[in-house]
T-cell receptor, first 115, second 114 residues
């Protein structure tokens, strides 16, 4: 049981290049999330998928796209990377069962630098 | 003004000290309050959660919520060097059909020294 896995762990891009960050979970969770973490800004939600087949914008969606490929996988794409997208990216998942709290489990993160 | 405010620290304490970490918030709709711990270069992991007002204890950790003051706290007793990490508060209205969006504080960096 690996939990939430992310690839790659590190990436350096040049301005204008594109890339896709991959995330997979093996907990049969319904919901998946992408966050970015920057010094002094905390964790900010980029996009989320409440259930397979749906995606919605979070707090900071500009410059990103997502795909919920199936129940296990949720990818984040940068079409034309900018230095402002230098950050640590975390994927998370949760069961999303009505009627209570909903623990989010995080992956180990991807450190992205855009030159 | 941010919805959730958290002192970023860093906070440095001697081993064995009692640590108090705090967050304030402005959205009265928040019902669930969480504390995540994040070690350096790792993902956040859930430490504790509390529903509505009250206290919750788990070993050396106690979480308190005062909804009337919109103030939450995490206390760590007998702090250990292994407690050195960044602690993030998070809160939410609860699970809805549209997913469960958490609002995070910026995190407080804690160092427990020998």
């Amino acid at each position: 049981n690996a939990g939430v896995t992310q690839t790659p762990k590190f990436q350096v891009l040049k301005t204008g290049q594109s890339m896709t960050l991959q995330c997979a979970q093996d907990m049969n969770h319904n919901s998946m999330y992408w966050y970015r973490q920057d010094p002094g800004m905390g964790l900010r939600l980029i996009y989320y998928s409440a259930s397979e087949g749906t995606t919605d914008k979070g707090e900071v969606p500009n410059g990103y796209n997502v795909s919920r490929l199936n129940k296990r996988e949720f990818s984040l794409r940068l079409e034309s990377a900018a230095p402002s997208q230098t950050s640590v990216y975390f994927c998370a998942s949760s069961a999303n069962l009505r009627g209570g709290t909903d623990t989010q489990y995080f992956g180990p993160g991807t450190r992205l630098t855009v030159l | 003004q941010k919805e959730v405010e958290q002192d970023p620290g860093p906070l440095s304490v001697p081993e064995g000290a009692i640590v108090s970490l705090n967050c304030t918030y402005s959205n009265s709709a928040f019902q669930y309050f969480m504390w995540y711990r994040q070690y350096s270069r790792k993902g956040p992991e859930l430490l504790m959660y509390t529903y509505s007002s009250g206290n919750k204890e788990d070993g050396r950790f106690t979480a308190q919520v005062d909804k009337s003051s919109k103030y939450i706290s995490l206390f760590i007793r007998d702090s250990q060097p292994s407690d050195s990490a960044t602690y993030l508060c998070a809160m939410t209205r609860g699970v809805t059909g549209g997913g469960n969006k958490l609002t995070f504080g910026t995190g407080t960096q804690l160092k427990v020294e020998l």
